[in-house]
């Protein structure tokens, strides 16, 4: 089987640490990346393991039918350049191993990667350019929505709405033990570690056990 090229727009630690993770990983390498796009260091003559960072431009014009996956953690920065691939008519990678995925009815958008043992549950619903980072947990009937990135050892239970662009940090849970969805809004941020059982609104930063807004603990503490 012949390993597909793949650009990668980001050049940080993050994207070496996803082309390790779903790049080389078994039964089957998903892809060699062949160029990192960075906005700031492209064109300068750097490499990383040998392979070249350019510019946009430069992958615009020389690199421009290899589709890309864009390697950066933050869900806001990756729809910006997400868009700004797509209006540059740039086609989207996917990383994930289908043979992993043993639940069934699972959809997953273009764009998106599935780290190392993660377990998905049976019709879940996954967004484009989401990243799901090594050893996380799904539970079934779950959706994520698009640009959400979950971070590694986080546990989805129970039903749970994910809308677009939420950022889950590490070890992180967010636990539905009722009928009816647990809505996590779009734009939030649960911090590491937190234990989320309540909805959370759209743009609030949650953290703790049990999860609280930022800004009232800050007050709390201030007591």
Request: net charge negative; aromatic share 6%.
């Amino acid at each position: 089987m012949s390993t597909p090229p793949v650009v990668f727009y980001g050049a940080s630690g993050h994207a070496t640490s996803i082309r390790d993770e779903a790049l080389v990983v078994a039964p089957y390498p998903l892809g060699m990346v062949v160029g990192y796009i960075d906005d700031f260091r492209g064109d300068a003559g750097e490499t990383i393991d040998g392979t070249p960072v350019v510019s946009f431009e430069t992958w615009r014009t020389t690199l421009g039918d290899v589709p890309v996956f864009v390697a950066v953690g933050d869900p806001r920065a990756r729809r910006v350049l997400a868009e700004r691939v797509s209006a540059a008519g740039g086609r989207f990678a996917s990383l994930f191993h289908v043979a992993n995925m043993s639940a069934r009815h699972i959809s997953v958008g273009e764009g998106t990667c599935i780290g190392a043992y993660c377990s998905i549950g049976t019709s879940t619903v996954i967004g484009r350019h989401v990243q799901i980072l090594p050893l996380v947990t799904i539970d079934a009937d779950c959706t994520v929505g698009d640009f959400t990135t979950i971070c590694p050892s986080a546990t989805i239970y129970g039903r749970v709405a994910i809308e677009a662009g939420v950022f889950v940090g590490v070890g992180a849970r967010i636990v539905n033990e009722s009928d009816e969805p647990l809505m996590i809004g779009a734009g939030a941020t649960i911090g590491a570690g937190a234990v989320v059982t309540r909805p959370v609104r759209a743009g609030v930063k949650v953290a703790g056990n049990p999860a609280q807004e930022l800004r009232r603990l800050v007050a709390m503490d201030k007591v």
